[in-house]
């Protein structure tokens, strides 16, 4: 029998990650304007957001459909840029990514 999901919790990974990956993008685009993002800091950013993406890939269909509520909720980008993560099979690391063309695309698809 499978673990049951804790849908709270799992709406709390959906909201962190919308909210790291908002946090992330914003210091690629304005290194300078927070000087205590260093790269220890970065590095656990980092960290926490792929852990928050598991969460929500560890809950399944669960972890999208409450990803897929909150961007229906709040149409933002750090919202779809969780969603989209989640629709991928196997996602690339974050450190990975080309965070101008995922930002690019994720203005492109925004409803």
């Known amino acids: 029998m499978p673990a049951p999901v804790l849908r709270e919790i799992v709406r709390q990974h959906a909201e962190m990650a919308a909210f790291l990956w908002t946090v992330y993008d914003h210091h690629?685009?304005?290194?300078?304007?927070?000087?205590?993002?260093d790269g220890v800091r970065l590095a656990r950013l980092i960290e926490r957001l792929?852990?928050?993406?598991?969460?929500?890939?560890?809950?399944?269909?669960?972890?999208?459909?409450?990803?897929?509520?909150?961007?229906?909720?709040?149409?933002?980008?750090?919202?779809?840029?969780?969603?989209?993560?989640l629709s991928v099979p196997n996602p690339?690391?974050?450190v990975d990514l080309d965070a101008a063309r995922v930002r690019a695309w994720l203005i492109s698809n925004r409803e």
């Not at 999208?64 to 750090?78: D, H, K, M, Q, V």
Request: hydrophobic share 40%.
């Open 28 to 37: 690629l685009l304005h290194p300078d304007e927070n000087p205590d993002m």
């Open 50 to 85: 792929e852990a928050h993406l598991d969460g929500l890939k560890v809950a399944g269909e669960i972890g999208s459909e409450i990803a897929n509520e909150r961007y229906a909720e709040y149409p933002e980008l750090g919202e779809l840029f969780v969603v989209r993560m």
């Open 92 to 94: 690339p690391r974050i």
